[in-house]
Nanobody, 125 residues
Framework: QVQLVESGGGLVQPGGSLKLSCTAS????????MGWFRRTPSLEREGVAA????????YYASSEKGRFAISQDSAKNTLYLQMNTLKPEDTAMYYC???????????????????WGQGTQVTVS
């Protein structure tokens, strides 16, 4: 079992920045793919960014490249999402997720992940 806890959400003006954090209950280094998702108005969770805990290049939704950056601190069991140039349409509940699936195909699909945090609200207005 993996427990994930997000933090860092809040209210920010358009063009502003936020940095989200996700802390895992145990060491996931080298064992999982980690991702950030956001819940759309249709209640679907769309992938924003993902990265293997073992390292490598991150994966991003095409619409977020250049604005968002995913990173991790393995020593702290923590995943981050730096969000810059925020837009009102970025408003959503953001979720941290972990996948133990072997080489998930897209890294950005809800069904590829089996552990989820409770979410942190980001509001841009």
């Amino acid at each position: 079992q993996v427990q994930l806890v997000e933090s860092g959400g809040g209210l920010v003006q358009p063009g502003g920045s936020l940095k989200l954090s996700c802390t895992a209950s145990r060491d996931l280094h080298g064992r999982y793919c980690m991702g950030w998702f956001r819940r759309t108005p249709s209640l679907e969770r769309e992938g924003v960014a993902a990265i293997y805990t073992g390292g490598g290049e991150p994966y991003y939704a095409s619409s977020e490249k250049g604005r968002f950056a995913i990173s991790q601190d393995s020593a702290k069991n923590t995943l981050y999402l730096q969000m810059n140039t925020l837009k009102p349409e970025d408003t959503a509940m953001y979720y941290c997720a972990a996948s133990s699936v072997f080489r998930p195909l897209t890294k950005l699909k809800q069904y590829e992940y089996n552990y989820w945090g409770q979410g942190t609200q980001v509001t841009v207005s």
